[in-house]
């Protein structure tokens, strides 16, 4: 399946900053709405470009990555956790299942993203920055940690593994070197972290009988790309930690920035009790733009 270049991506971009120039500052209904969205697509279309021309960064050499990909599958077990051999053996044995897995990595990991950041700005505009810079942390954590070289289950045929897509189809990687993505680049894995994403939005925000879809969505990558010998177990547990250190470190700088914000108000606050002579409230006087700023986290995350 061909996903759009990176080359496609950064025109998307320009095209995006140049609708967002054209109507900045006018307050015509159209501006009002296309300026906002221009902006914020502009910024995942850069953003996709980025993750697309990282594969084409000379990489492509296995200097350590089979050796790294052998220390993960020692590392795992000596943990117990489960093993990926056994779960890929289970879908051997169920060529639909085989086929589904191989179609669910392929054909849904970008699209989920795309549909749920758009339902995401449509429906919950005040926890879309909260996401986004999440997003944007997390892939720009995966794009720094891919300059060390990881090989994916499927390179370690001694041990068991098969590449799925090689026996079943719908392969997106191809020889080394070309395909979507980086073949060495199994840690962290990206897929698991924007799954991630997906499914704490989807969760915290979706109505009660729809918001299982976003574990599950989660549930199902980590199995899949598992399954299919693209990935660890432990590439998808950094993915997701890395995305929590972000959604962290980004919900505290709001909640820093909203007590500041208070503080200020509170100092005005002190000041018109005071009635000190440099205080002047009127009917000209504009309100607080601060006033009624509150806690940021994923349910009201206002701001950027």
Known sequence: MQWPTWKEAFIATALAVLIALSTRGRSDRFSTAAHPASREFAG?????????????????????????????????????????????????????????ANAYYAVVHVPALIGFLVWLWVRHRDAYPHLRNGLVGLTAGCLVIRFVRVAPPRF????????????????VYGPVGTGVSDQFAA?????????????IGIWKLAPTRWRW?????????????????????????????????????????????????????????????????????????????????????VGDGGGS
């Open 44 to 100: 995942v279309a850069f953003l996709y470009g980025l993750w697309r021309i990282a594969r084409d960064l000379p990489l492509d050499h296995a200097d350590g990555a089979l050796s790294r990909g052998r220390w993960i599958w020692d590392f795992q077990q000596r943990m117990h956790l489960p093993s990926e051999l056994t779960l890929q053996g289970w879908f051997l044995d169920h060529d639909a299942l085989a086929r589904a």
């Open 187 to 199: 840690m962290p894995s990206i897929h698991c972290g924007w799954a991630a994403v997906v499914g």
């Open 213 to 297: 879809l976003g574990p599950l969505h989660v549930v199902l990558t980590f199995v899949v790309v598992a399954a299919t010998g693209n990935h660890w177990w432990l590439d998808g547990i950094v993915a997701v930690l890395i995305l929590a250190i972000v959604l962290w470190v980004d919900s505290s700088v709001r909640d820093g920035r909203g007590a500041d914000r208070h503080s200020a108000v509170g100092g005005c606050e002190d000041g018109f009790q005071g009635g000190g002579d440099d205080v002047r409230v009127g009917a000209d006087s504009p309100a607080d733009p601060l006033i009624g700023v509150g806690r940021l986290d």
């Open 156 to 171: 370690f045929p001694d041990l068991g593994f098969v590449d799925l897509s090689t026996r079943y189809g719908m392969s």
